[in-house]
Nanobody, 115 residues
Framework: QVQLVESGGGLVQPGGSLRLSCEASGFIFRNYAMSWYRQPPGKERELVAV????????TYADSVKGRFTISRDNAKSTAYLQMNNLKPEDTAVYLC????????WGKGTVVTVSS
């Protein structure tokens, strides 16, 4: 059974940091590119960051460049999103996605940035 389980969300003040995790099971994690998406309240889902299967290439949305870092540990079948200098506009449900021939999605973790 394929599962992607996000964790690490919560309430943080502007300027703070969070580290999200996406733990995978039920498929060969190291063969899949991993992405983080987010969906702000009342808005469309948007791509945040992507990392290739080996971790050799990463890409970011312009809105998070220099603040967010995507990474992965293939031995632990886990992807991460380190988020620094968080802003209120980063408030969203954050979801991870695995993609190769198929796409698998997690259910998301909520990040709220507010004072």
């Amino acid at each position: 059974q394929v599962q992607l389980v996000e964790s690490g969300g919560g309430l943080v003040q502007p300027g703070g940091s969070l580290r999200l995790s996406c733990e995978a099971s039920g498929f060969i994690f190291r063969n899949y590119a991993m992405s983080w998406y987010r969906q702000p309240p009342g808005k469309e889902r948007e791509l945040v960051a992507v990392i290739t299967s080996t971790g050799s290439t990463v890409t970011y949305a312009d809105s998070v460049k220099g603040r967010f870092t995507i990474s992965r540990d293939n031995a632990k079948s886990t992807a991460y999103l380190q988020m620094n200098n968080l802003k209120p506009e980063d408030t969203a449900v954050y979801l991870c996605k695995a993609r190769r021939d198929y796409e698998y999605w997690g259910k998301g973790t909520v990040v709220t940035v507010s004072s």
